[in-house]
């Protein structure tokens, strides 16, 4: 009988954890698209949101942050900038490192820009925000530079594996 009452909460614990675990990767890829959709909206708030902190800190706070990435969007924008896709691939298992779970999200972008049409892989570093039950989002390749990296992330490792991105242009003929 010990045995039995045993193995059963081994059995619930094990489906507790699973689900736990399933449910934050659903949470990190709903973010994710979260994130890339107010990209593509240009929805700047919704994009700080899932900012990861320290990296709004570099930028001199919110507000400042915000004022950058509106107006270099604006003066993208009066050269002929459109934000045609942006769409997330996958996210990566989840792994807890450092006190955090982290998992690398992949995504795709489409723009045009002079005549150019300009797709993208990229990746971002998914950290999860356990205060606000959202994640925060870093462009992953921001990561290969050690000094950025140092700052807004002091004494990083990692074991996700951080592809690189790939970056295609062709022009457009009319």
């Not at 929805?43 to 950058?68: H, I, Q, R």
């Not at 972008?109 to 606000?132: E, P």
């Not at 951080?162 to 457009?172: A, F, N, R, V």
């Given at each position: 009988?010990k045995?039995?009452?045993?193995?059963?909460l081994?059995?619930?614990l094990?489906?507790a954890?699973?689900?736990?675990?399933?449910?934050?990767k659903?949470?990190a890829?709903r973010?994710?698209q979260?994130?890339?959709?107010a990209?593509l909206?240009?929805d700047?708030?919704?994009?700080l949101?899932?900012?990861?902190?320290?990296?709004l800190?570099m930028m001199?706070?919110k507000?400042a942050?915000?004022?950058v990435?509106?107006?270099?969007?604006?003066?993208?924008?009066?050269q002929?900038?459109?934000?045609e896709k942006?769409?997330?691939?996958g996210?990566?298992?989840i792994?807890?490192e450092?006190?955090q779970?982290?998992?690398?999200?992949?995504?795709?972008?489409?723009m045009v820009?002079?005549?150019?049409?300009?797709s993208?892989k990229?990746?971002m570093?998914g950290i999860?925000?356990q205060?606000?039950?959202?994640?925060?989002?870093?462009?992953a390749?921001q990561?290969?530079n050690e000094?950025?990296?140092?700052q807004i992330?002091?004494?990083?490792?990692?074991?996700?594996e951080?592809p690189?991105d790939d970056?295609?242009?062709?022009s457009i003929?009319d």
């Amino acid at each position: 009988m010990k045995n039995n009452l045993k193995n059963t909460l081994i059995c619930l614990l094990i489906t507790a954890s699973f689900n736990l675990f399933a449910q934050t990767k659903t949470d990190a890829l709903r973010d994710a698209q979260l994130t890339s959709t107010a990209s593509l909206n240009m929805d700047f708030e919704t994009v700080l949101k899932y900012t990861l902190p320290s990296v709004l800190d570099m930028m001199g706070g919110k507000e400042a942050a915000l004022k950058v990435i509106s107006s270099t969007f604006e003066g993208m924008k009066s050269q002929g900038f459109v934000f045609e896709k942006a769409d997330i691939n996958g996210v990566s298992d989840i792994v807890k490192e450092q006190g955090q779970f982290r998992c690398v999200v992949e995504g795709y972008n489409q723009m045009v820009m002079s005549n150019q049409r300009i797709s993208s892989k990229s990746y971002m570093l998914g950290i999860y925000n356990q205060t606000d039950k959202h994640w925060w989002f870093i462009e992953a390749k921001q990561l290969k530079n050690e000094a950025l990296t140092n700052q807004i992330l002091p004494n990083f490792e990692t074991a996700l594996e951080i592809p690189d991105d790939d970056l295609k242009m062709e022009s457009i003929e009319d």
